[in-house]
């Protein structure tokens, strides 16, 4: 089992730029692909991005390619999404999440962090 910490969210101004990491604790980190999620108020939960074990395949939502990079750092246990050129359309809670295997649906990821926030004012 593994636990999940989100940290880095922040009020910022469009066309500015925020990284959130995401630190795990409790089990192997390079076992789990990782999985970036976000919820507006009265939205679904939609995905983001997501980079697999080794760090070598990413995908991204059509939202935020060109304008959001997710990396990871096995050695610190710690995925990153940075985001850049926001838009008041990007504020949301951002949550983290880690399972076997790369997705882009919320339903495959096992284990969740509880969410930092991300405002953009415009």
């Known amino acids: 089992q593994v636990q999940l910490v989100e940290s880095g969210g922040g009020l910022v101004k469009t066309g500015g730029s925020l990284r959130l990491s995401c630190t795990a604790s409790?089990?192997?980190?390079?076992?789990?692909?990782m999985g970036w999620f976000r919820q507006a108020p009265g939205k679904e939960r939609e995905f983001v991005a997501t980079i697999s074990r080794g760090g070598v395949s990413t995908v991204y939502a059509d939202s935020v390619k060109g304008r959001f990079t997710v990396s990871r750092d096995n050695s610190k246990n710690t995925v990153y999404l940075q985001m850049n050129s926001l838009k008041p359309e990007d504020t949301a809670l951002y949550y983290c999440?880690?399972?076997?295997?790369?997705?882009?649906?919320?339903?495959?990821?096992?284990?969740w962090g509880q969410g930092t926030q991300v405002t953009v004012s415009s």
């Open positions: 999440a880690a399972d076997s295997f790369t997705s882009i649906y919320r339903e495959s990821y096992k284990y």
């Open positions: 409790g089990d192997t980190f390079s076992n789990y692909a």
